[in-house]
């Protein structure tokens, strides 16, 4: 998975699949780019991804969640509600305000 934390007033952490990183899916009106510009930071191991979601919740963070396996990740950490995954083209995502 790719992680990357976006310093703002609040921060950002930014987290997909490896696999979709520079993709676009698009569904009806709705279309999902997987941009690298804004995702691509370290690849990380699910324990590690795991680490920083853990770290970041603890930091207030906001959260941006692309693939099946980072929204599997996501909910094993109570991060998100499954009423809260949206899908386009079959790929789930989440954005998570705490």
């Known amino acids: ?3 990357k934390v976006i310093k703002s007033y609040r921060d950002v952490v930014a987290i997909c699949d490896s ?4 993709k ?6 709705f279309q ?3 941009k690298e510009s804004f995702y691509r930071g370290e690849e990380l191991s699910e324990e590690e991804t795991s680490a920083m ?7 207030d963070a906001t959260f941006n969640i692309v693939g099946k396996k980072s ?6 950490h109570n991060l998100i509600l499954r009423e809260g995954i ?3 083209q079959g790929v ?6 705490l």
């Open 32 to 34: 999902l780019e997987v």
């Open 1 to 3: 998975m790719f992680v």
């Open 19 to 22: 696999d979709l990183l520079g």
């Open 86 to 88: 949206k899908e386009v």
């Open 71 to 76: 929204i599997a990740l996501a909910l094993k």
């Open 53 to 59: 979601i853990q770290k970041m919740v603890r930091e």
């Open 24 to 29: 676009i899916f698009e569904e009806g009106k």
């Open 92 to 97: 789930p995502f989440a954005l998570v305000l």
